[in-house]
Every structure is written in structure tokens, then in C-alpha cells.
Nanobody, 115 residues
Framework: VQLVESGGGLVQAGGSLRLSCAAS????????VGWYRQAPGKQREFVAG????????TYANAVKGRFTVSRATDAMTMFLQMDSLKPEDTAVYLC?????????WGQGTQVTVSS
């Protein structure tokens, strides 16, 4: 299983970014899939997730109403639409899947929000 994120960058507060995660060796219809983030000096935290089979979504309170997680129709790519970005959203964002009994992580993509 390989996960590759893209779409990070530098954006001003209030702006938007769309992250993508491309999967190989699995699909985003299996297991639990989602996005986490890790800011410097802080623990990795859950951002948003999708239950593979049902498509049900969950969000951390800090991003609810601003971020939207979705999957492409072929379920080989997962997206995180991030709107109304805040400086505290600055972090490395990582794609994750729990499938075949194991956790799998992407390498991460940096998101920096300037004030």
C-alpha cells in the first residue's frame, strides 16, 4: 500500500487549499481512511475521516464546517478541501488508511497559513 499526498502550499488566512491523496495497493472504499496533521512540537492529530464501505464522514471539532473530505468516483484518490484557513491550521497533513490489519501513512504535505 502506498499513499502519496499533494496540494499543500502557502496561503493567506481566509484562503483555501485542496489536498489530494493518491492510493496504490488499496482503494479508499476499504477500511478507514482519513487525514491527520502534525504541527511542529505537537502531537499528530486527527482531522477528517471516511468509513470506506459506508462513506460516512467525521471531522475534528477544530475543522468542522471549514474542511470537507471526499473521494473520487473510482475511490483511488481522496481529497481534503480546506476553506477559511487559519494560521493554526499550519501543519504537515498526512493521508492515512487502516486496511489489511495495518496502518499506512503517506509522506505528508506541508500547509502553511500566514496571518
Amino acid at each position: 500500500v502506498q499513499l502519496v499526498e499533494s496540494g499543500g502550499g502557502l496561503v493567506q488566512a481566509g484562503g483555501s487549499l485542496r489536498l489530494s491523496c493518491a492510493a496504490s495497493g488499496t482503494t479508499f472504499r476499504l477500511g478507514l481512511v482519513g487525514w491527520y496533521r502534525q504541527a511542529p512540537g505537537k502531537q499528530r492529530e486527527f482531522v477528517a475521516g471516511v468509513t470506506g464501505v459506508t462513506g460516512a464522514t467525521t471531522y475534528a471539532n477544530a475543522v468542522k464546517g471549514r474542511f470537507t473530505v471526499s473521494r473520487a468516483t473510482d475511490a483511488m484518490t481522496m481529497f481534503l478541501q480546506m476553506d477559511s484557513l487559519k494560521p493554526e491550521d499550519t501543519a504537515v497533513y498526512l493521508c492515512h488508511t487502516l486496511v489489511f490489519g495495518r496502518d499506512h501513512w503517506g509522506q505528508g504535505t506541508q500547509v502553511t497559513v500566514s496571518s
